[in-house]
């Protein structure tokens, strides 16, 4: 089965599945039992359209996060110019910095994690 032979029933199921809390709540939101929900969950198809959603979702979020990285790091430069101690000024530079060094992580992280999943693509 592709993906293209999900039923609009299904294909609500994997959307609300991947906003959803759980399982259960995804399953209450569209009238699906669990054990059906389960049973769909084990077809290659309705595992693709899952994963595909959740990266969208995941893509929106990272765009949102960001346009407000942009804000919050122009909310920091003023905190550390305009603060009248320097307990301020070092907390929003350390603020600054820790983001920061997360940031490069997860960059350093994810090309790692697009190498490796070249290399499985290349030997799969």
Avoid: I, Y
Wanted: aromatic share 2%; proline share 2%.
């Amino acid at each position: 089965m592709t993906r293209n032979e999900l039923t609009p029933r299904q294909q609500r199921f994997a959307a609300e599945l991947v906003a959803a809390k759980s399982l259960r709540d995804a399953c209450q939101r569209t009238g699906v039992s669990e054990a059906t929900a389960k049973r769909w969950l084990k077809q290659p198809a309705m595992q693709a359209l899952v994963r595909e959603l959740s990266q969208q979702m995941l893509d929106a979020l990272g765009r949102r996060l960001r346009q407000l990285g942009g804000q919050a790091a122009e909310v920091l430069a003023e905190a550390m110019a305009d603060a009248d101690t320097w307990g301020v000024r070092v907390r929003a530079a350390d603020v600054a910095l820790n983001r920061l060094l997360q940031v490069a992580e997860l960059v350093e992280l994810e090309e790692r994690v697009r190498r490796l999943e070249e290399v499985v693509k290349e030997r799969g």
